[in-house]
Antibody, heavy 120, light 114 residues
Framework: QLQLQESGPRLVKPSESLSLTCSVS??????????WGWIRQSPGKGLDWIGT???????YYDPSLERRLTISIDTSKNQFSLDLRSVTAADTGVYYC????????????WGQGTRVTVSS | DIVMTQSPDSLAVSLGERATIDCKSS????????????LAWYQQKAGQPPRLLIY???TRESGVPDRFSGSGSGTDFTLTISSLQAEDVAVYYC??????????FGGGTTVELK
């Protein structure tokens, strides 16, 4: 049974970095059949794709976030991470990690999500 | 980017009645080489993560009740709940993956009980 679990600070100050980790159990993150992704949901809004990473470290980012974003993978820990720099209140929301089949990315498994607030 | 537009924003349906949600893409999601539409539907209940319902526009994910069905091709797609149950109250999203890895979601449709 695949499980994904997000972790990280719930409160981040403006201009600082938002760092989250997704811990995966029930499947190897080195499985070449899948991408691993981050999706954000701003308060009361819809879903926005942030970025995706493959087991070999290849990353794909939303162009609007690319300058501030790094997604990385740690196969030894079966985890992948998100680092979003220079955050503002607009980065407040629920952050989900999820899995999708490589090259045909619909998300078949999701974490429960973690709520992050950007505020001083 | 491919823009996904859902309608309506919300709808209220009586128990046992049909609910229909539309999703339109700004470009075709049909790959003529395999005749597949790269369109997925998700259900998100309050306080929960999204749940995959349908992919390839009409293939139900394992465990999804058969009252949920997807149809359409090219740029116009529909999610139908044939007989609404109380547990179907949720927000529904479409998502294109034709442009993988650059993914986009529709704005969501809220389904409520009348």
């Amino acid at each position: 049974q695949l499980q994904l679990q997000e972790s990280g600070p719930r409160l981040v100050k403006p201009s600082e970095s938002l760092s989250l980790t997704c811990s995966v159990s029930g499947d190897s993150i080195s499985n070449s059949r899948y991408y691993w992704g981050w999706i954000r949901q701003s308060p009361g809004k819809g879903l926005d794709w942030i970025g995706t990473i493959y087991y070999n470290g290849i990353t794909y980012y939303d162009p609007s976030l690319e300058r501030r974003l790094t997604i990385s993978i740690d196969t030894s820990k079966n985890q992948f991470s998100l680092d979003l720099r220079s955050v503002t209140a607009a980065d407040t929301g629920v952050y989900y990690c999820a899995r999708c089949p490589a090259t045909i990315c619909f998300f078949d498994s999701w974490g429960q999500g973690t709520r992050v607030t950007v505020s001083s | 980017d491919i823009v996904m537009t859902q309608s309506p924003d919300s709808l209220a349906v009586s128990l046992g009645e049909r609910a229909t949600i539309d999703c339109k893409s700004s470009q075709s999601l049909l790959d003529s080489s395999n005749n597949k539409n790269y369109l997925a539907w998700y259900q998100q209940k309050a306080g929960q993560p999204p749940r995959l319902l349908i992919y390839w526009a009409s293939t139900r994910e394992s465990g999804v009740p058969d009252r949920f069905s997807g149809s359409g091709s090219g740029t116009d797609f529909t999610l139908t709940i044939s007989s609404l149950q109380a547990e179907d109250v949720a927000v529904y999203y479409c998502q294109q993956y034709y442009n993988t890895p650059r993914l986009t979601f529709g704005g969501g449709t809220t389904v409520e009980l009348k």
